[in-house]
C-alpha cells in the first residue's frame, strides 16, 4: 500500500510487461545430432543434426555445458513426427520451431538476458 499525504492509500499500480531490446545474433555452437524412431507404424527414423544460434554475449560455456538436456528434448520432439510430416511442407520449419521453444525452456530466465536466439537444423534425413 502506497502512502498519500493526507494520510490516506491508494491502490497499488501493477506494471504492464517490461519488453527487452530484440537479441543481436552471435557465434553458431553445433548442438550435435541425434537418430530417432518416428511415430510412424511402419519403422522409419530421422537423423537430425543441430545447432544454437547464440546472442552475442551469451555465456558460450554455458550454452556448450547445457546442450546435452536439448539433445533429449531433441528426441522428445523428433519422435513424435511421422515420416510424412517431416518431409512435409513445412515439415522442418515445424520441427524447427519445436526445437527453439525447447531451447528457449533450457537456456533462457524469463526476464533475464536471452542466450539462445534461435535453432537451426544442420542436416535432416528422414528414411
Known amino acids: 500500500t502506497q502512502v498519500i499525504a493526507g494520510g490516506g492509500s491508494a491502490e497499488p499500480v501493477e506494471a504492464g510487461p517490461t519488453t527487452l531490446p530484440e ?16 511415430a510412424d507404424e511402419e519403422p522409419h527414423f530421422a537423423l537430425v543434426s543441430m545447432a544454437v544460434v547464440m546472442e552475442e554475449m551469451a555465456d ?12 533429449d528434448a531433441a528426441v522428445d520432439e523428433v519422435s513424435s ?11 522442418a520449419e515445424l ?12 537456456f533462457n530466465t524469463e526476464g ?16
Not at 545474433?25 to 524412431?37: L, P
Not at 513426427?81 to 515439415?91: M, P, R, S, V
Open 95 to 106: 520441427l524447427r520451431s519445436a526445437l527453439t521453444d525447447r531451447a528457449d525452456g533450457i
Open 23 to 38: 537479441p543481436v545474433e552471435g557465434i553458431v555452437i553445433d548442438a550435435g545430432q541425434v537418430r530417432v524412431s518416428l
Open 81 to 91: 513426427f511421422t515420416a510424412n510430416e517431416l518431409k512435409g511442407d513445412g515439415g
Open 60 to 71: 558460450q560455456v554455458a550454452i556448450e555445458n547445457r546442450l546435452p538436456i536439448l539433445l
Open 112 to 127: 533475464e538476458q536471452v542466450e539462445v536466439v534461435r535453432v537451426v537444423l544442420t542436416e535432416l534425413i528422414v528414411q
